[in-house]
C-alpha cells in the first residue's frame, strides 16, 4: 500500500528539465527511466534532427526520444495547461543563464495558477543571486499562495555532447557524483520524487559558500 501511494504520489507531480546540453539531456534520460514520461518535459533553444544518443560509463547506448519538448522562444504559446498541483524544475543551463531559466519558471506558473509546491533544483556549480532568488520565492508565496523550494547540485561527473554525422552522443565522461543541498526549507515529500537514483549518486550537503556577507547555498 504504501509503495502503491508512492508511486501515484510520483505520477502527480510534472517534471521540466531546462536546457539541452549534454547534462540536461543526460538527466532527462535518467528521469525517464524511474518516473512517468507522461510527466516529463524539456526545454531548450533549438532542438536537433539527428538521432540522440546516450552513453553511460560502462559504453551501454541508448536512444533519448524525448516525447514532449518546447523552444524556449515559443513558450508563452505552447507551454501546455497541466492539471498537476506540484511541478519540479532542473535547470540545466550555464550559471550566468540561471535568472532566464527563471524567467521560464515564471511563464509555466503564471499559465498554471492550480501549482501549489514549486521546485526547483539548479543543476550547475556557479553562484546564484541570493538577492534575486529571494524574492523570487517572496513573491511566489505572497502573490500566489504557492510554495516555493530551492535546490542546487554541484555537479563532480562530467557530461560530454559531441556531434556526430548520423547521431548526436552524450556521454558521461567521470562519474556519478553528485552533492546537493537546500535553500532554507525542504520540500515537504521525499527526496525520492525529485533526484532520479538509478544511475546518478547523490549526496546531501550542508555546507555553504560565502558570496560577500551572504550565504549561497551548495
Known sequence: MFLRRQHLQSRNMQRVVIGAGALGLFL???????????????????????????????????????SSYFLAENLEKTFPLLSEKTIIFYICLPPEASLTALNYIEIILNKNPQIKTNVILFMNNGILDYQYLTQFIKKDSLHRCRETYCMRALVVSGFMRTFLDNKILIQNTSGKEIYYGFFKNKPPFSINFILPKNYLTWHYSK????????????
Open 28 to 66: 532527462y534520460h535518467c528521469l525517464e527511466q524511474e518516473y512517468s514520461q507522461k510527466t516529463l518535459k524539456i526545454i531548450s533553444n533549438s532542438w536537433f534532427q539527428k538521432p540522440i544518443m546516450i552513453e553511460s560509463l560502462d559504453k551501454h547506448v541508448d536512444q533519448l526520444n524525448p
Open 207 to 218: 555546507k555553504y559558500l560565502c558570496y560577500g556577507n551572504r550565504e549561497v547555498f551548495c
